[in-house]
């Protein structure tokens, strides 16, 4: 799972699964959600380097929760030598809400994601200035929809457009999918299916042809990465592994090496030792991403040191 905060998170340190109370910060997700403006207009218009990103080496992503942490925290660490740390900035999480009236999945945001993106010029166009990209995750929400049960292509074709709105709207750099928390019906109209997710990002892709895709390899949809010759490698940028502590190529059929991260680490919860072995075996494997989550408020440059000495052969620093 992401988190330490959310059900069943795998403790990769000593192998036990721990549960955890995953309701509270579900809720958080639920409470205060506000649904995308249905007037917002929709312009292909992209950056022209999307995807020049990065020093040389692994490109580090990093997932920011705003619920808890400031976005703009991501902006704070530099390589000695004084480019960003962070190639890439995840907002986690919006969520997928179910429309009761038409019964199709609609995108939502809770108070905390509203904030963030509301207010664009102040937490998200500083990132950007500083060379990061800033991608909008989204998230299933217990609602029994998810990026892997559209019932059709028009269905799929149909959030597509939502989410390719909400980039506009905000200015953001792309989308990552994460197939969390969906609660999918095991049955009827709302069935999981080996289409939805294939269907979703092949729209979302031509809606959005020179921005950031990306899929954190978990939940149904890693099982259904290829319908009618068509992959979801073939469509998205990046992929990384989806268990904290640990190291495991994701499995995206289309995407090369340089675009996969199977080292993935929580900064609050996985050891400096465990961050370095990951990063060592992300460039000795030749590895283009490594994956960050759970970067805190407070001043964590020795603990990234760690990663960014192995990875780019310098070290980290934090300006408050």
């Given at each position: 799972m992401k988190t330490f905060n959310k059900a069943n998170f795998k403790n990769?340190?000593?192998?036990?699964?721990?549960?955890?109370?995953a309701f509270l910060s579900s809720c958080d997700?639920?409470?205060s959600s506000n649904p995308v403006p249905e007037n917002l207009k929709f312009s292909s218009t992209a950056s022209s380097n999307a995807f020049a990103i990065g020093v040389s080496g692994p490109k580090s992503v990093c997932y920011m929760e705003v619920n808890n942490y400031d976005f703009r925290d991501v902006g704070k660490y530099t390589l000695s030598t004084g480019q960003q740390l962070f190639d890439i900035g995840?907002?986690?999480?919006?969520?997928?809400?179910?429309?009761?009236?038409t019964g199709k999945a609609v995108l939502y945001y809770n108070t905390q994601v509203t904030n963030v993106l509301s207010n664009a010029s102040t937490y998200i166009q500083p990132v950007q200035a500083?060379?990061?990209?800033?991608?909008?995750s989204i998230l299933g929400n217990h609602a029994g929809v998810g990026i892997s049960n559209f019932q059709s292509q028009a269905d799929a074709q149909a959030f597509a457009q939502q989410l390719s709105n909400a980039v506009t709207t905000y200015g953001l750099d792309g989308i990552d999918f994460d197939d969390e928390y969906a609660d999918y019906p095991t049955s009827g109209s709302g069935q999981v299916n080996s289409s939805s997710f294939v269907y979703l990002v092949t729209a979302l892709r031509q809606l959005m042809p020179n921005k950031i895709i990306s899929f954190y390899d978990y939940g149904p949809a890693a099982s259904y990465l290829s319908y009618n010759g068509v992959t979801v490698g073939s469509k998205i940028n990046y992929s990384w592994n989806a268990i904290y502590g640990t190291y495991s190529v994701p499995n995206v059929p289309g995407l090369a090496?340089?675009?996969l991260a199977p080292a993935a680490i929580d900064?609050?919860?996985t050891s400096s030792s465990t961050a370095t072995s990951l990063a060592t075996k992300t460039v000795n494997n030749g590895?283009?991403?490594?994956?960050?989550?759970?970067?805190?408020?407070?001043?964590?440059?020795?603990?990234l040191s760690s990663v960014s000495n192995v990875l780019y052969g310098k070290s980290t620093v934090f300006t408050n």
């Open positions: 990769a340190a000593n192998g036990i699964v721990i549960a955890v109370v997700k639920k409470s995840i907002i986690f999480a919006a969520n997928i809400n179910l429309d009761a009236s500083k060379g990061i990209k800033v991608l909008l090496k340089s675009a900064v609050q919860n590895y283009g991403v490594y994956l960050y989550y759970n970067l805190p408020d407070a001043d964590s440059h020795t603990y």
